[in-house]
């Protein structure tokens, strides 16, 4: 079978190395020279305790051994079990804590003390009473992974990769791209991620997707190593897995602060292979988006890194924004449908991409058969 990948992101691409894996010759076709997207605009996480019960859970917990086993193989992506700490600075956040590490479900939670999180990770030295830790969690390269897999795959000789060209019109013998030139295949998969418009549009009408906006930044490099990824109490607020009493608590008896809640934030702090530090983030639902970045969410990102690490931030090198589609089936981890008699539309993964995209590529083959 020859299978037609569009698009040169995570999702795509991971798409790509299953059916590669599965004896296919693929051509995976990006518009741009390079993915641009969310896929190179996050912290690299693969990031499983967090997630809701039931199917997305279960998706993460086979991302992240299919991660693994793609690590064991492409050093480049810069695959490490590296796990997260959760650092709670007060009572209420220690309780949301508790109740996570005591829950019955395994999602590799264990409740440390301060000594206990500093022996874990010691370059954190700011004053906290404990953190919790999840040794499911994991991180990879983001602005390298997916060029990384791609030489992987081009090994197989069944694979084909075709840059700067956009995609046009769906045949029954495959796509035309912007050039006039025809691919020919079999079944086309769109991974276009937020891209919603153009042919996407035309085949799917409005996908049910919605678009969401985030910034993030890289800092010069600490100087020693942050041994695990680094969160802040305020992802108790944004991540399903930790919702209950102890979560309603905290919500009542210590809102979030001013900044913090009007751009939807928690911090979140993974140190990259040069060690710089990917910090981030903001959510931002509402169309039309802002075209430019807000300087008060990366003060507070600043001072709070600052608060965990008992020392001042390094310097921001580089800010951004980003945009990924994230489906409104709250039921569902991504949309997938059939546009076309061979054509399927893969979208809408949202925060969970980066985590969840091996797994969702893998579903996407069973369902197809391929």
Known sequence: MRILIIGGGVLGTQHAWQ??????????IEREPEARGASVRNFGLVWV????????LETAARARVLWERIGERVEGIGFRPNG????VRTEAELAVAEAAAAS???????????AETRELNPALRGDFLGALWCDRDAAVEPRVAQPA???ELA?????????????RDLTDRGVVDDAGETHEGDVVVLCTGAWTGGLVKELAGRPPVRRVRLQMAQTEPLGETLTTTVADADSFRYYPAYRGEALDGLNAGQPQG????????????????????????THEYDEPFSFDTAEDPYDHLA???????????????????????QTTDTTRIVHRARVADNAWLVTGPGGRGMTCSPAIAEDTAEELSW
């Open 19 to 28: 059916a590669v894996e599965r004896g296919h010759d693929v051509v995976q």
């Open 49 to 56: 305790g967090g997630r809701a019960s039931g199917p997305e």
């Open 84 to 87: 997260s700490l959760t650092v």
């Open 155 to 167: 090994k197989s000789g069944r694979y084909t990769w075709v840059p700067g060209r956009e995609i």
């Open 149 to 151: 897999l791609r030489a």
């Open 258 to 281: 001013e900044i913090a809640a009007a751009n939807a934030m928690q911090l979140l702090m993974v140190q990259r292979l040069d060690g710089s530090l990917t910090i981030g983030d």
């Open 303 to 325: 001072e709070v890194a600052g608060e965990l690490l008992g020392r001042p931030l390094p310097r921001i090198a580089r800010r951004w924004a980003g945009v990924y589609a």
């Open 104 to 114: 019955t479900e395994d999602r590799g939670f264990k409740l440390l003390d301060a």
